[in-house]
């Protein structure tokens, strides 16, 4: 069941992102450049687990799209900042905006206690994988 929620969740989210104007991969992409002072290329590309030729054709998009711009950093010239425009901090905060709304309207259909049962539950499963992560960080 929780599988079949999850795909389900994936795809109404993925949904309202397209409403919003960007993929999956863009709205991360944004959504790790939230950072006013701008990430490093390097950085981000870590940050999202891809690998840089990803992250370059990402950027290249986002960068033609007037959504970010690329800088040099003030220190190191090996180092290229990505800070997002106007324009991709809209289009950040819309997807944002749409993940939000989409999941506030799903869990309006749970009574608050059920919305308390839920929390109870996700909170217990998540000390469950903190603590597994902890074990095979000791092992």
């Given at each position: 069941?929780?599988?079949?929620?999850?795909?389900?969740?994936?795809r109404?989210?993925?949904?309202?992102?397209?409403r919003a104007?960007?993929t999956?991969?863009?709205?991360r992409l944004?959504?790790?450049?939230?950072?006013?002072?701008?990430?490093?290329?390097?950085?981000?590309?870590?940050?999202?687990?891809?690998?840089?030729?990803?992250v370059?054709k990402?950027?290249?998009?986002?960068?033609?799209e007037g959504?970010?711009k690329?800088?040099?950093?003030?220190?190191?010239?090996?180092?290229?900042?990505?800070?997002l425009?106007e324009?991709?901090?809209r289009?950040?905060?819309?997807?944002?905006?749409a993940n939000?709304?989409?999941?506030?309207?799903?869990?309006?259909?749970?009574?608050?206690?059920?919305?308390?049962?839920?929390?109870?539950?996700?909170?217990?499963?998540?000390?469950?994988?903190?603590?597994?992560?902890?074990?095979a960080?000791?092992a």
């Open positions: 069941m929780m599988a079949q929620f999850g795909k389900a969740y994936t109404r989210i993925f949904s309202e992102m397209e104007g960007t999956p991969a863009r709205a944004l959504m790790a450049l939230q950072c006013p002072t701008g990430a490093k290329m390097s950085e981000v590309g870590a940050r999202l687990g891809v690998t840089p030729r990803n370059t990402l950027v290249d998009g986002l960068e033609a959504l970010l690329r800088e040099s950093h003030p220190y190191d010239r090996r180092v290229t900042l990505l800070r425009t324009k991709g901090l289009v950040s905060r819309e997807s944002m905006g939000c709304a989409t999941a506030a309207r799903l869990y309006e259909r749970l009574s608050a206690a059920e919305r308390r049962a839920l929390a109870r539950i996700l909170g217990k499963l998540l000390e469950g994988l903190r603590a597994e992560e902890a074990e960080v000791d």
